[in-house]
């Protein structure tokens, strides 16, 4: 079985691009969750999709950042006009959903430069 | 105030010493507790659930005191594998709208040997 993963693991993009970050959640995981983790800090919460509906999006910033999980394909956190301090480490994570524990499964995560 | 407060550490432990970690929330509606590893620039890994009535897994000791809101981790036999971040995870609520995980800035462990 394989677990969640990311991609890209590394993306560098210069000021003012776009960045696009992919997660295919294991395999039968209806929830996944976006996390970032700063330089030197904490996981904070972004957003919580189950397939085609955004749950929870009380981390996200205001703009700039949009995500989705569609109905088919992975989930994609898009960071539109990036600027230095959206580099960081971008971890998603997922779940069944029935879980009573609501265990989450981290996959390895993006690491994002913004030059 | 944080919503979950950890020491930041670190903690240098020679091999084979029992070190514990602590851990405070604000929520008093919170419903899950977990101790999450992390090591340096990888994911995080569910190291154990935490339970009222306590629970324990091989070396590893999780308790939680709801009247406190304090959650702790107790590793006995510290080996150098152990060497990593350990990060208090707080679900505020469970089976409601949102499923969010509130973490910890992590304790660092050091085992030396």
């Known amino acids: 079985n394989a677990g969640v993963m990311q991609n890209p693991r590394h993306l560098v993009r210069r000021r003012g691009q776009e960045a696009r970050l992919r997660c295919s959640p294991v395999k039968g995981h209806s929830h996944v969750y976006w996390y970032r983790q700063l330089p030197e800090e904490g996981l904070k919460f972004m957003v919580y999709l189950q397939k085609e509906n955004i749950i929870d999006e009380s981390g996200m910033p205001k703009e700039r950042f949009s995500a989705e999980f569609p109905k088919e394909g992975p989930s994609i956190l898009r960071i539109q006009q990036v600027v230095r301090g959206d580099s960081a480490a971008y971890f998603c994570a997922s779940s069944p959903g029935t879980s009573h524990t609501n265990e989450q499964f981290f996959g390895p995560g993006t690491r994002l430069t913004v030059l | 105030r944080k919503e979950v407060e950890q020491d930041p550490g670190p903690f240098n432990v020679p091999e084979g010493a029992t070190v514990a970690f602590n851990c405070t929330y604000s929520?008093?509606?919170?419903?899950?507790f977990f101790w999450y590893r992390q090591d340096c620039r990888k994911e995080p890994k569910l190291l154990m659930s935490?339970?009222?009535s306590g629970n324990e897994d091989g070396r590893f000791t999780a308790q939680l005191n709801r009247a406190s809101q304090y959650i702790s981790l107790l590793i006995r036999d510290s080996k150098l594998s152990d060497s990593a971040t350990y990060l208090c995870v707080v679900n505020p609520m469970v089976g409601g709208a949102t499923n969010k995980l509130i973490f910890g800035t992590g304790t660092l462990l050091a085992v030396q040997p």
């Open positions: 935490v339970y009222s």
């Open positions: 929520n008093s509606a919170s419903q899950s």
